[in-house]
């Protein structure tokens, strides 16, 4: 069945681990997304890719990084969590081309103690 | 800057009232429109998008360019609308700009 998946839905970790928050789709698609949301807020951009080996980064300044090796997979990786990187991590994919649905997932949220 | 504003944090209705969601938009672009919902315990979802000029589970909502809106209206509220609601305007890029959301809660 076609779904975009997250893993872990929670994660409590301590300040300083290096952690990788996955996010894979069966979608077919060729754009992915990781919004960051604190609670009560907008939802905020902080990565998309259109493809294989093509990054880029949103309107929110994250200190996490992405890669996209494979179509189906864009891990969002942390390399020293901090408590500020507590909060709601959503990924998300849509075909090329303009006023393409955006689907999500269920999310990871995140708190680092 | 490209920067979406729904005004309201919290909404409630009652059951069969109409119901708007406030959505204002500042972008120099020409804009493109869209609804998301997340209900109870399921994932943020496509309600509507500007462009199809759709009506989906009884929402509309119009683009009001002279007026940087796109409220959400729905003309008889139904139990089953609560939920948190977003709006979000699609740039150039074809990235997405959200609002902060709106939680609406329909009182039986």
């Known amino acids: 069945e076609a779904d975009i998946y997250q893993t872990p839905r929670y994660l409590v970790i301590g300040t300083g681990k290096k952690i990788t928050l996955e996010c894979s789709q069966t979608m077919g698609h060729d754009k992915m997304y990781w919004y960051q949301q604190d609670p009560g807020m907008e939802l905020h951009l902080i990565h998309y890719?259109?493809?294989?080996?093509?990054?880029e980064k949103g309107d929110l300044s994250s200190e996490s990084t992405v890669s996209r090796i494979r179509t189906e997979h864009f891990p969002l990786t942390l390399e020293s969590a901090r408590p500020s990187h507590t909060s709601q991590y959503l990924c998300?994919?849509?075909?090329?081309?303009?006023?393409?649905?955006?689907?999500f997932g269920p999310g990871t949220r995140l708190t680092v103690l | 800057a490209q920067r979406v504003t729904q005004p309201e944090k919290l909404l409630s209705v009652f059951k069969g009232a109409p119901v708007e969601l406030k959505c204002n938009y500042s972008?120099?672009?020409?804009?493109?429109l869209f609804w998301y919902v997340q209900y109870s315990r399921q994932r943020l979802q496509l309600l509507l998008r500007h462009i199809s000029r759709e009506s989906i589970k009884g929402f509309t909502a119009d683009l009001n360019k002279g007026e940087t809106s796109f409220h959400l209206k729905k003309p008889f509220a139904q139990e089953e609308d609560s939920a948190m609601y977003y709006c979000?305007?699609?740039?150039?890029?074809?990235?997405?700009?959200f609002g902060t959301g709106t939680r609406l809660t329909v009182i039986p």
């Open positions: 890719s259109y493809g294989v080996n093509s990054t």
């Open positions: 972008y120099s672009g020409s804009p493109e």
């Open positions: 998300a994919s849509s075909d090329t081309g303009r006023h393409n649905e955006q689907f």
């Open positions: 979000a305007l699609q740039t150039g890029a074809n990235n997405l700009f």
